[in-house]
């Protein structure tokens, strides 16, 4: 007679395991497993045995996590052929096959090892791997049979999804019909074979999920899955022999599951909490709008933040027209120009995507860029390229040939892609450029013709004869010509976004240049000691504040840099560049540019992504030239060995690790107060949180850095991963006042 023990509810099903009265830990050709018995791991982890799902009167021989008290079964192998009553054995036959027995006699299901083998021995490994093994072959590792390699609908760490090209087997995921019928449902997640191989959730025989193609780092389609996580490690291997994808656990004795649910299909990522006694579901895909697959149609882009969430990519318009308006993208997006394969095409950067449906795709491991653009070029059908591997500065090739599908507009992660445009729309942009630098001259002589005005008509009230009244000292042209060393490039001190600025001129004389000059440089960063530091990075935040609130219009800088901070002869600091500054009128307080203009790596990210600028976008940048000051490091280019961060990411992952004060200039020595770093540290942190409703304003910032009372945790930084954009600074002149997409074009003048 079976004893039964209830050894679990689930909020929906519950599993009823078969007391084991005995477990054993292996089962050979002379000792069976009958139905009443277990087979153990060494240490206790996994569990095989018979088990009947939900409600089911069907038994299966599976495998469970044996020490928590919640019954998940893992693997099963008789999916299709349930046992009805209550027999069943588990053999391992003398030649080496597995097979599962009811009534003694029938073979509900089978292993089919058909490798001849020698006194073969069945066992459970610690990672619930349920291994045949050759008596010859020991512990050498190699396997007559795995369960490991025909998964259920549960991946375990250390399982792999994918091919095995040498024998063609296909590891892949089916789930479960339902909680009582563990027979494969028509939800599933492989890896498709292709140029450009990727993973794939089906839903029957549709597309229904992609993660997008690893990238070296993660999945193009996941930027929230880094690779610095710090419970996983994932791993994605493609070469002649092997496909596949893989994660493991850092700390092993933590239990993580990928399983795929077939309920409300999704792919569901749980671990388990000790302190709950129960699974907690980390993730699951898809979980948003623009994780459907190919919601926006051919050349369609989909991104979250926009309303409607479907746009046409640059350079293509619906297909119908209608039919977008209304909300069907299903037709996509066709070329505003038709490309022309002979007269030249070129491309057009996108950047921060979900790269497309790699299902026509090429690959070169070891391509660089310029050759993959070439061979792009080549190929009249080839759409667009990119890196195959974005780590350092990027390496191989990938081609899509035919529309582009299921493209999406990451906020910062994703990718780099190069579409491919005609001539004609490439001139188009060239013709937009030209436009622009004729507005912003046109603009510059009205705001230059007024200035003269103003300042005229108040020469005319002050009677003239009286200049040490003036604001604005006047000099002659023979003396700035003498100041300057008649305009010589030795005493210009930058480029500004109206034009050179020399000592003097213009601005208040500030001998000591601007902070980058400073703080960057290798030597005369041991000038500024951490008093004088923390005095600068206080005059800059009583500056902002005036700005922002004190001054009789509310002032947005919107270039606010390292560089465009002025040192007085006492080191004071003062803002300089107004360029780009807007002003506010009465309780505005947030604006939106079409042509995002500032410098990269200052900018947070809602304006660098969506134009969004407002005070909190000045705070974003205020924060990055704290942590630069800090660390003495610039914030776009940093570079550190064991991650792709930038400076924010880095000093985010010290700070989450408690080992904040490790950013720090080594060349401060020990002129600081501990205490006092980490405030400073953690005040920055809070200024570039990505939500800019999350970061503090300026008359708070002051606060916080003049005071000891208790601050908030800051939450993840805007922009903490490098992004590959352009290389050269998008500089706040205005004839590179151009959005991304822009500058590619202008640089593609040259060629
Ligand atoms: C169990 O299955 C066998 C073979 O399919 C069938 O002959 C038998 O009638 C079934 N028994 C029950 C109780 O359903
Ligand atoms: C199965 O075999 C065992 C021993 O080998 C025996 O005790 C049992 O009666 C058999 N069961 C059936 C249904 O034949
Ligand atoms: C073993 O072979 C049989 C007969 O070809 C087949 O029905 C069964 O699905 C195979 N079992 C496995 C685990 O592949
Ligand atoms: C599927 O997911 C839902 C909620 O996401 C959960 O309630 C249900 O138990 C899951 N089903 C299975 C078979 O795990
Ligand atoms: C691994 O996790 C366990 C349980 O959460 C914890 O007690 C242990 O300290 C962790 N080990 C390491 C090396 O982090
Ligand atoms: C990849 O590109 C390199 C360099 O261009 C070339 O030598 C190699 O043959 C290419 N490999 C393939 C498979 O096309
Ligand atoms: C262009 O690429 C397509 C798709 O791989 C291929 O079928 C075609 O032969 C290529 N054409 C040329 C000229 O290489």
Redesign the pocket.
């Known amino acids: 007679m079976d004893v039964f023990t209830l050894i679990a509810f689930a909020s929906t099903c519950f599993l009823i395991f078969l007391k084991a009265s005995t477990a054993i830990d292996s089962i050979s050709p002379s000792e069976p497993l009958p139905h009443g018995k277990t087979l153990v791991s060494n240490d206790g982890s996994f569990e095989l045995g018979f088990f009947r799902p939900g409600s089911s009167g069907n038994r299966y021989l599976g495998i469970w996590y044996k020490n928590i008290p919640v019954g998940t079964v893992v693997w099963v192998a008789n999916r299709v052929n349930p046992i009805n009553d209550s027999s069943g054995m588990l053999m391992v036959t003398t030649t080496g096959d597995l097979q599962l027995l009811s009534q003694n006699i029938t073979v509900v299901w089978s292993a089919n090892s058909t490798k001849a083998a020698q006194n073969p021995i069945l066992q459970l490994l610690n990672s619930g791997n349920l291994v045949l093994i050759d008596g010859r072959d020991g512990n050498s590792g190699a396997y007559l049979w795995q369960s490991f390699d025909y998964p259920s609908d549960t991946l375990l760490p250390g399982m792999k999804l994918g091919w095995d090209l040498r024998t063609g087997l296909d590891r892949r995921l089916l789930a479960w019909k339902n909680s009582d019928d563990p027979s494969p449902g028509d939800f599933t997640w492989e890896i498709e074979l292709q140029g450009n191989p990727e993973a794939v959730l089906w839903k029957g025989s549709q597309k229904y999920f992609r993660s997008g193609p690893w990238n070296g780092i993660g999945f193009s389609g996941a930027p929230y899955l880094g690779p610095d996580n710090l419970v996983f490690s994932y791993e994605f291997v493609s070469n002649e022999e092997e496909v596949y994808y893989m994660f493991s656990l850092k700390n092993k004795s933590l239990l993580s599951r990928i399983v795929l649910n077939q309920t409300d299909y999704t792919r569901q990522r749980y671990t388990w909490s000790e302190e709950t006694r129960t699974w907690k579901l980390l993730t699951f895909v898809p979980n948003e709008y623009c994780d459907k697959y190919g919601l926006c149609g051919t050349n369609g882009n989909c991104d979250s933040t926009q309303l409607p969430a479907c746009q046409c990519l640059k350079g293509f318009k619906p297909k119908s027209p209608g039919g977008w308006s209304s909300g069907d993208w299903s037709q996509g997006c066709v070329r505003n120009k038709p490309l022309n394969c002979q007269a030249g095409d070129g491309f057009i950067q996108f950047g921060t995507l979900k790269l497309p449906d790699a299902t026509h795709s090429w690959v ?5 860029l310029k ?1 993959c653009r070439g ?1 792009c070029l080549q190929n009249c059908s080839c759409m667009a390229y990119t890196s195959l591997d974005i780590r350092g500065r990027g390496s191989g ?1 990938v081609i899509w040939f035919g529309d582009l599908v299921d493209i999406r507009q990451f906020q910062f992660g994703g990718q780099d892609l190069f579409i491919r445009m005609s001539a004609l729309e490439l001139g188009y942009g060239k013709k937009q450029v030209v436009i622009i630098v004729i507005s912003v001259m046109l603009t510059g002589m009205v705001v230059i013709g007024l200035l003269c005005y103003i300042w005229i008509k108040r020469r005319r009230k002050q009677g003239g004869g009286e200049n040490e009244e003036m604001e604005l000292p006047i000099f002659d042209l023979t003396t700035i010509v003498k100041a300057t060393d008649n305009f010589s490039s030795d005493n210009m001190l930058g480029q500004g976004g109206f034009g050179p600025v020399y000592k003097m001129l213009i601005y208040e004389y500030m001998p000591n240049k601007s902070l980058d000059y400073f703080i960057f440089d290798q030597t005369k960063k041991a000038l500024i000691d951490w008093q004088r530091r923390m005095h600068i990075t206080g005059g800059i935040a009583r500056g902002l504040l005036y700005l922002h609130q004190d001054s009789r219009l509310r002032i947005i800088h919107r270039d606010l840099k390292a560089s465009n901070v002025l040192l007085d002869k006492d080191m004071n600091p003062k803002i300089s560049d107004f360029g780009l500054a807007r002003m506010f009128l009465g309780d505005q307080t947030e604006a939106r540019t079409k042509r995002v203009v500032g410098t990269y790596g200052y900018m947070s990210p809602e304006y660098a992504v969506d134009g969004h600028f407002s005070i909190k976008s000045d705070v974003f940048s205020f924060g990055v030239i704290v942590l630069e000051i800090i660390s003495g490091k610039k914030n776009r280019g940093f570079h550190h060995p064991d991650h792709n961060h930038n400076l924010l990411g880095h000093v985010w992952r010290l700070w989450m690790e408690e080992r904040a004060l490790e950013v720090m200039d080594t060349m401060l020595g020990d002129s600081y107060t501990v205490s006092k770093v980490l405030r400073c540290i953690h005040v920055a942190l809070l200024c570039v949180q990505k939500r800019p409703e999350d970061r503090p304003d300026m008359s708070s910032v002051v606060l916080m850095l003049g005071s000891e009372n208790p601050l908030p945790q800051p939450k993840l930084p805007g922009f903490y991963v490098e992004r590959n954009l352009p290389k050269e600074e998008v500089s706040s002149s205005p004839i590179k006042c151009v959005s991304v997409n822009e500058v590619t074009i202008s640089k593609l003048q040259g060629r």
């Open positions: 070169n491991k070891t391509m660089s050759e061979k090739c």
